[in-house]
T-cell receptor, first 115, second 112 residues
């Protein structure tokens, strides 16, 4: 099956710094990728849709200047959390639609802790 | 706006028991429905995917059903084992290339 990887799997950073999270489709191309955020004991909430070659689409309430998304190629999307604050600490997961068009493949997630 | 609800929020059962997890969604115009498993602090493991034209899918001890008209899906786990302990998430998509909408999950504990 299709594989999506994320890097890093976990990261700890200091408040005010920026952190970049990578999402890669390893054996298929993805013109679209989705970024979700999951707070402790909560479900996954969509943050934004990453589109190769164009600007990302953000969900209501998600600050696009804080969460920068770049879909650099057909296999790579990056999420940069700028000027991170402790409230940004969360589990970030990306997904990509498979080539057959009916299944989503999820990355293993990145746990961000901002101290 | 699609909303997904999962009942119960938590469930504790003795080993060997058969159990049913419920998922409901408000907009029946879905493209597919997926059940996932999530272990604490980990990512998602896809368990079963049901396309809108299907009524059920089976994998081992797991069986998922879909009733689009009533906006419901169930995940049946047979002969539960302690290793089944995890959070089970239901998610629906309205096309093959749109993001999924997730329920809040059911936290399952299977007691040995």
């Amino acid at each position: 099956g299709a594989v999506v990887s994320q890097h890093p799997s976990w990261v700890i950073c200091k408040s005010g710094t920026s952190v970049k999270i990578e999402c890669r489709s390893l054996d298929f191309q993805a013109t679209t990728m989705f970024w979700y955020r999951q707070f402790p004991k909560q479900s996954l909430m969509l943050m934004a849709t990453s589109n190769e070659g164009s600007k990302a689409t953000y969900e209501q309430g998600v600050e696009k200047d804080k969460f920068l998304i770049n879909h650099a190629s057909l296999t790579l999307s990056t999420l940069t959390v700028t000027s991170a604050h402790p409230e940004d600490s969360s589990f970030y997961i990306c997904s990509a639609p498979g080539s057959l068009g009916y299944e989503q493949y999820f990355g293993p997630g990145t746990r961000l802790t901002v101290t | 706006k699609q909303e997904v609800t999962q009942i119960p929020a938590a469930l504790s059962v003795p080993e060997g028991e058969n159990l049913v997890l419920n998922c409901s969604f408000t907009d029946s115009a879905i493209y597919n429905l997926q059940w996932f498993r999530q272990d604490p602090g980990k990512g998602l493991t896809s368990l079963l995917l049901i396309q809108s034209s299907q009524r059920e899918q089976t994998s081992g001890r797991l069986n998922a059903s879909l009733d689009k008209s009533s906006g419901r899906s169930t995940l049946y786990i047979a002969a539960s084992q302690p290793g089944d302990s995890a959070t089970y998430l239901c998610a629906v998509g309205d096309s093959g290339n749109t993001p999924l909408v997730f329920g809040k999950g059911t936290r399952l504990s299977v007691i040995a």
